[in-house]
């Protein structure tokens, strides 16, 4: 049973679309996660969020954005979709001690 | 640095134990953890070890820890092919970063 959801599982776009990947969490946990994952498997921590309003890039530089508004939600945006950007997007939360990810999202950016 | 290393492939025969092996450098470490990944999901958490542990059973799963060697292993009994996954070694540290390796694709053959 899933506790953190993400939408959309695939997503194959144009370049210079508008995108958002939306992650929920149903936890409460404060702490969430973005990850990007090429097919060489290496996850890249790209942003990071430890409470409400609060917001941090993470380790790989990345054109997204994200927001947190809410404590459930976390979502990221890319302004102008790039075939760069294409990769598999995790989102992920924790109270502290451990990391419950979501399915991810497969973007494929033609 | 906060590095964490893991070879990028395994390969075994039904029925054979894997280890997977796991090195990190930083010492502050908290929590220790495996996770196992497979095509086309998000990070399943298989199984974790506190620090202060050495060993830790949990069914087919062995996980073994030498701190002073900054060394951690995943001992999977009698492999199956529903084995076939990548798995990734994650540490927790004191300031509650979470590093990952670069994840260990097991290939389990019949």
């Known amino acids: 049973e899933a506790d953190i959801y993400q939408t959309p599982r695939y997503l194959v776009i144009g370049t210079g679309k508008k995108i958002t990947l939306e992650c929920s969490q149903t936890?409460?946990?404060?702490?969430m996660y973005w990850y990007q994952q090429d097919p060489g498997m290496e996850l890249h921590l790209i942003h990071y969020s430890y409470g409400v309003n609060s917001t941090e890039k993470g380790d790989l530089s990345s054109e997204s954005t994200v927001s947190r508004i809410r404590t459930e939600h976390f979502p990221l945006t890319l302004e102008s979709a790039r075939p760069s950007h294409t990769s598999q997007y995790l989102c992920?939360?924790?109270?502290?001690?451990?990391?419950?990810f979501g399915s991810g999202t497969r973007l494929t950016v033609v | 640095g906060e590095d964490v290393e893991q070879s990028l492939f395994l390969s075994v025969r039904e029925g054979d134990s894997s280890v997977i092996n796991c090195t990190y450098t930083d010492s502050s470490s908290t929590y220790l953890y495996w996770y196992k990944q497979e095509p086309g999901a998000g990070l399943q958490l298989l199984t974790y070890i506190f620090s202060n542990m050495d060993m830790k059973q949990d069914q087919r799963l062995t996980v073994l820890l030498n701190k002073k060697d900054k060394h951690l292993s995943l001992r999977i009994a009698d492999t199956q092919t529903g084995d076939s996954a990548i798995y990734f070694c994650a540490v927790l540290y004191n300031n509650n970063d979470m590093r990952f390796g670069a994840g260990t694709r097991l290939t389990v053959k019949p």
């Open positions: 936890m409460g946990h404060d702490k």
């Open positions: 992920a939360s924790s109270a502290g001690y451990g990391y419950t």
